[in-house]
């Protein structure tokens, strides 16, 4: 079955780090990534997703590159700041008409000032 | 206003008491879920709808029923709750099947079963 394995945390930053989530997957076929982001006493929302190979997507100035060779779809950003702080979780889709999401585990990022 | 809602917002019962979590949505999405979340456990999809008179099992539903009422609602019955019950529960909806389509989450419910 699908399955999304999601780097141990939580992750504490210094404002302005330089911020890598890893993130691997287990799916059939052609999956769609998406990493969401929950935000204290919040819902999950979208933060950027990539439906085929090698595609980027980005938003907030966080990155990631839908990687099929390695499985991956690690998170990036260059220079965190304290309002990034939350929950972060790496999910699939694993495409069709009757798809639904497959989601890690979350982790938890603390930015201090 | 949000579009999912979700009543109640923090909910404290006992051991086999019957409660219900609603959720209402005014995106006009055809398809709805209820999730729950556990530390370190992510989320579970507990049942999904794809439309008023489709409803289906996910990966953890034993223990609960839903009922979707309308296109707008849908909600989630646990007939004798029990304290591993006590979760983080979402609702979300999306527009279609698309495997690209966003689920948009409601705010959630904080179950504690005593």
């Known amino acids: 079955g699908n399955s999304v394995t999601q780097m141990e945390g939580p992750v504490t930053l210094s404002e302005e780090a330089f911020l890598t989530i890893n993130c691997t997957y287990t799916a059939t076929g052609y999956p769609s990534l998406f990493w969401y982001v929950q935000y204290p006493g919040e819902g999950l929302q979208l933060l950027l997703k990539a439906t085929k190979a090698d595609d980027k997507g980005s938003n907030k100035g966080f990155e990631a590159t839908y990687r099929k060779e390695t499985t991956s779809f690690h998170l990036e950003k260059g220079s965190v700041q304290v309002s990034d702080s939350a929950v972060y979780f790496c999910a699939l889709s694993d495409g069709g008409a009757n798809s639904k999401l497959t989601f890690g585990k979350g982790i938890t990022l603390s930015v201090r000032p | 206003d949000a579009d999912v809602t979700q009543t109640p917002r923090n909910r404290i019962t006992k051991t086999g008491k019957r409660i219900m979590l609603e959720c209402s949505q005014t995106?006009?999405?055809?398809?709805m879920y209820w999730y729950r979340q556990d530390p370190g456990l992510g989320l579970r999809l507990i049942y999904y709808?794809?439309?008023?008179?489709?409803?289906n099992k996910g990966e953890i539903s034993d223990g609960y029923s839903v009922s979707r009422q309308a296109q707008a609602k849908f909600s989630l019955s646990l007939e004798s709750a029990i304290p591993n019950q006590t979760a983080l529960y979402f609702c979300?909806?999306?527009?279609?099947?698309?495997?690209?389509?966003?689920?948009?989450f409601g705010p959630g419910t904080r179950l504690t079963v005593l």
């Open positions: 979300a909806t999306s527009a279609s099947g698309r495997s690209t389509d966003t689920q948009y």
């Open positions: 709808s794809f439309d008023v008179k489709d409803i």
């Open positions: 995106k006009g999405h055809d398809r």
